[in-house]
């Protein structure tokens, strides 16, 4: 499942729950695509445009870890 998220209520979520260790970079994205459910998702790719191309490539990409704590891998 993938869910794409824009809008401004939906990333202040994104950055004080799954991200929130990374909220220095908040300010650089406009929004998500969250892959898996979105209360755990695996794989969290961010994109500095609100309404990015189908065929954009992410800014940063984050992985979910077996601890439940996210990795940035990009």
Not at 3 to 26: A, G, I, Q, V, Y
Request: aromatic fraction near 14%; include cysteine; charge should be neutral.
């Amino acid at each position: 499942m993938q869910t794409f998220l824009n809008e401004t209520e939906d990333m202040d979520w994104l950055w004080s729950t799954h991200l929130k260790p990374f909220n220095t970079l908040r300010l650089d994205f406009k929004s998500v695509m969250l892959y898996g459910n979105e209360d755990c998702p695996t794989r969290i790719e961010l994109f500095p445009v609100k309404m990015p191309k189908f065929d954009a490539i992410p800014g940063k990409v984050f992985l979910l870890q077996e601890n439940g704590s996210y990795r940035k891998t990009k």
